[in-house]
């Protein structure tokens, strides 16, 4: 690879991409809506809303952090962190007192999923924003 | 809220139609990519699915 195509993009200060990325973990979509992006934030905000509301509408568990041996720390931590990262969604759901045990049952399993994956797809837009942001992507 | 019950099938459709959504807004960098890359995400999606289905299908015996 040639000195020219390995160029590297100085880094945005962290006042200037700091507020906007937690604006984005905060609001699902709101990053990009702030940026201009409208059309790519509609689909953010739409398809992270929806996974969540899907995982409350199938009465997922929320993950409190658990320590213990290795996997469950993992497991359990991890989990906490991903559904934290979905932002007002997760706040506004512990703050109405959702509070749904572990059940048996695919329904739930598959509940657990949706909201670990939809704070894991907030933390994509996340990254994405601060790429926007530094000027790494339009 | 109301509660839904979906079947293994239906959760994972709804599931691989988001996440494809999301993997193509974030992942390329001009729209007809990112469209191809969400239409090429879900398709792998489900074909993971019935190889997973018909693997474990046959792994019960």
């Known amino acids: 690879m040639s000195d020219q195509s390995v160029k590297k993009q100085p880094a ?3 006042k200037v991409w700091l507020p906007i990325v937690l604006f984005a973990w905060i609001l699902p979509g ?3 809506f702030y940026l201009r992006r409208s059309g790519r934030a509609l689909l953010l905000a739409s398809a992270i809303t929806l996974t969540f509301l899907f995982g409350i509408m199938m009465r997922g568990a929320m993950f409190q952090p658990m320590s213990g041996d290795l996997l469950t720390t993992i497991i359990y ?3 906490f962190i991903s ?5 007002i969604l997760y706040l ?19 509940g657990t999923k949706f909201l670990v994956a ?6 994509l837009a996340m990254v994405d924003v601060f790429e926007i942001v530094s000027g790494r992507k339009s | 809220m109301p509660k839904v019950n979906l079947t293994h099938f239906e959760a994972a459709l709804l599931f691989a139609l988001l996440t ?4 193509g807004v974030v992942t390329k960098k001009t729209d007809k990519e990112r469209l191809l890359y969400g239409l090429r995400s879900f398709g792998y999606f489900i074909l993971a699915m019935f190889a997973l289905g018909w693997l ?6």
């Open chain 1, 83 to 87: 559904d934290v990262m979905s932002g």
């Open chain 2, 56 to 61: 474990m299908f046959f792994g019960h015996g």
């Open chain 1, 30 to 32: 709101a990053g990009h």
């Open chain 1, 77 to 79: 931590t991890g989990g």
């Open chain 1, 12 to 14: 945005a200060p962290v």
């Open chain 1, 92 to 110: 506004l759901t512990v703050w109405l007192g959702y509070s749904q045990p572990e059940v048996a049952g695919h329904v739930h399993d598959y």
């Open chain 1, 118 to 123: 939809a704070g894991l797809m907030n933390v």
């Open chain 2, 20 to 23: 494809s959504v999301v993997l």
